[in-house]
């Protein structure tokens, strides 16, 4: 006897025969909503577009304006060593503890949002964050300075994984790309424009201002992400192995208890009436036989939204188990891609901070401070249009594509994107760095900041999408899991940068920082050739471990 194993994140995206007796989206009849939503008027996914949007609002603002606050201080570094005596490299070093530590702090962070709440976790995330904020305007010693950047790392964690989450927990495969590129746009976007305005307050009021005034807002970010971001974490009956996609017959006794939780077992003749295709059978099947419990529970009240505690359901696992998971999934490559990918965008981030002022400051540009700031607008705009690539025209793309393939969706399928920045990121180091080299006029320069920044968002976005189509079970934790790799690789860079420069020149640092760039985003082209097989030849251990774990229903 053979038990049909769903490979994860290949699921029925589209309807293409018009047949499939599950919900439909709205505006386009023929995509299948996935996950399927409940009958539970407080299932994020059932949410109207107004209130869905009031959320996201709040969770994108709340992303925007806690990466101003831990990246305002950069351009005050010289005035902070003038003032406190803590050297450039002090503080320089401080940030990049900073950096890993939000890459570690999100151990913590994530399993709390994930087991008792987003809502508790982004309230207490920003006032503790404007707590520390506001004490960084008076430290005095190195040792106080690296304290407060390791505590504001910790405490800042959740713009690491946890807006992520959100998107996953309110919108739907067939639209989560447009939420992940605005997503990348605010966290980029704030990372670019903060430095731009922190430089002109620190050089009219004096640097401590920046933090003062950081931290007003995040008083007022606190205020208003209490009152009006509403809890979404739902916990569904239903896992997304209900609506998957191709199945692939494997020994029941290997799998062992993943049979009584999936239960896709079927006949030829079944296979037979249901379509031609035996692939395209054993998804409707699938998909039809997926029902989903009505809950006789009422909805929450406006006082119990406001709330901050009693999400948390009884059948989820312990927090001290799921605390490890995300060390567990570094045993499926796609995990271990995803954070390479990102981590080399945090690397390239890390590259242009530290060597922009080395080369704008010195002849021929001669730049002053706050005109070195100003260039970063043309990173800003960069971000943008990687937004808008990587954003909605990858759902776009997707449903295309599943199109083409009977209305089966991959999750390689937005990684066709990668083009753009295969195109841009080499691009955009020769012009920046090499061309810096030879001196060339200061808008190639310019313009080469604005094509690496273009790969930035797209990064991001690609690489936390393809964590949350491919094991949307496991999402939470396996954000975690790219966010330790990319932060341990952004760590690395940040102290590299500066020697790789000095020993190498600016010329043949940059040419191999173009190649390392383009191995990197290659690494897309082969998950888009292989990437299916890795999946097929996981899926009886990743079904296990979302038993195991008490994933199957999230």
Partial sequence: MTLNVPIPGTVQLVDTQGTLNVKHGKDHKDIVLVPQPSDHPDDPLRWSQPRKMQNVFCAMAWCFFAAAMISGLSP????????????VADLSTGNGLMYLFLGWGTLITQTLALNYGRRPVLVVSIVLTTLVTLWSAYVKTKGEFYANRIIVG??????????????????????????????????WGSAFLAPVAAGFVAESLGWRWIQYIMSFIGAGTAIATFFFFEETMYYRTTSQAEIIGIEEATPAGDIGALEKKIQMESSPDETKSNSSSPDQASVTRSIENNSVDPSSEKTRTRAEKLKLWGFRDARQASPFKLVLLPFV???YPGMIFAGILVGGILSWYNVVGGSLALILSNAPYNFSTNTIGLTYLACFVGVTIGCFLSG????????????????????????????????????????????????IHWVGIVFGLGLISITLPIGTSLAFTYILDSYKEVAGEGLVSAILIRNLMGFAFSYAVVPIIENLGLRNAFILIAILGLVFWCFCIVMIIFGKSIRRGTAASYWRLVENYGKAAH
Avoid at 162 to 183: A, K, N, P, Q, S
Avoid at 417 to 423: D, L, N, R, S
């Fill in 329 to 331: 999934l570094f045993r």
């Fill in 392 to 439: 909605g025209m990858s759902d776009m793309l997707t449903i295309k594509l599943a199109r083409r393939n009977g209305g089966v969706m991959e999750p390689e399928h937005r990684l066709y994107m990668c083009i753009v920045a295969i195109i841009a990121h080499p691009a955009g180091c020769l012009l920046y760095g090499v061309g810096a080299s030879y001196s």
């Fill in 76 to 87: 005050a570094y010289v005035a902070i060593e003038a003032d406190t005596g803590i050297s």
């Fill in 154 to 187: 910790v405490v800042s964690s959740p713009m690491e994984t946890l807006i992520e989450v959100i998107i996953g927990d309110v919108f739907f495969t067939h639209d989560r790309g447009f939420y992940m590129g605005l997503y990348s746009w605010t966290l």
